[in-house]
């Protein structure tokens, strides 16, 4: 059995390809043709008991199943997550497709250029000079955040760059 997965946070199945290596005739063949001509009726109950391709009807019943649901799975996901009715998160869940459909991708933005790090000075005495005023410098004292805060910051000017 090959899965392969979307790239998103539910882990749907994008593909799936189920290959049989090796198989065993449950009611071998030479049986059906024996049973045909003596007892048409016997035919017709190992007819429902042969598998088809090596996989047998509840596996079949299985995997139908799962064909079906398999599409559900981000709305049993929400209803799971928010304890929503499952109308309600039918229509949260196509709001949002929708939105994403109408909104502009956002691929279209140009992408941020990286910038090079300047190289540092060689050499010993570079190390022991005292610091060269530059705009690089920490926040002031009057810049406080608490012991335990993180101060996210989205442009590099604002970081100091």
Same mark, same amino acid.
């Given at each position: 059995?090959?899965?392969?997965?979307?790239?998103?946070?539910?882990?749907?199945?994008?593909?799936?390809?189920?290959?049989?290596?090796?198989?065993?005739?449950?009611?071998?063949?030479?049986?059906?043709?024996?049973?045909?001509?003596?007892?048409?009726?016997? #035919?017709?109950? &190992?007819?429902?008991?042969?598998?088809?391709?090596?996989?047998?009807?509840?596996?079949?019943?299985? &995997?139908? #199943?799962?064909?079906? &649901?398999?599409?559900?799975?981000?709305?049993?996901?929400?209803? @799971?997550?928010?304890? %929503?009715?499952?109308?309600?998160? #039918?229509?949260?869940?196509?709001?949002? @497709?929708?939105?994403?459909?109408?909104?502009?991708?956002?691929?279209?933005?140009?992408?941020?250029?990286?910038? @090079?790090?300047?190289?540092?000075?060689?050499?010993?005495?570079?190390?022991?000079?005292?610091?060269?005023?530059?705009? @690089?410098?920490?926040?002031?004292?009057?810049?406080? %955040?608490?012991?335990?805060?993180?101060?996210?910051?989205?442009?590099?000017?604002?970081?100091?760059?």
């Amino acid at each position: 059995l090959i899965l392969e997965f979307t790239f998103d946070d539910l882990m749907r199945i994008k593909s799936w390809h189920l290959a049989v290596r090796t198989h065993r005739e449950l009611v071998p063949r030479s049986v059906v043709g024996l049973h045909t001509q003596q007892d048409p009726g016997m #035919l017709d109950q &190992l007819t429902k008991n042969i598998t088809r391709q090596g996989i047998t009807n509840s596996t079949l019943n299985y &995997l139908r #199943l799962c064909v079906i &649901l398999e599409p559900m799975q981000e709305l049993m996901s929400r209803h @799971k997550a928010y304890a %929503l009715p499952p109308r309600d998160c #039918l229509k949260t869940t196509l709001f949002q @497709k929708w939105q994403r459909m109408i909104a502009p991708p956002e691929s279209q933005r140009p992408a941020n250029k990286r910038r @090079k790090r300047k190289g540092s000075q060689s050499g010993g005495a570079a190390n022991n000079a005292p610091p060269v005023p530059n705009k @690089k410098r920490s926040p002031g004292p009057n810049f406080s %955040l608490a012991s335990q805060d993180v101060m996210v910051v989205g442009e590099p000017s604002l970081m100091g760059g």
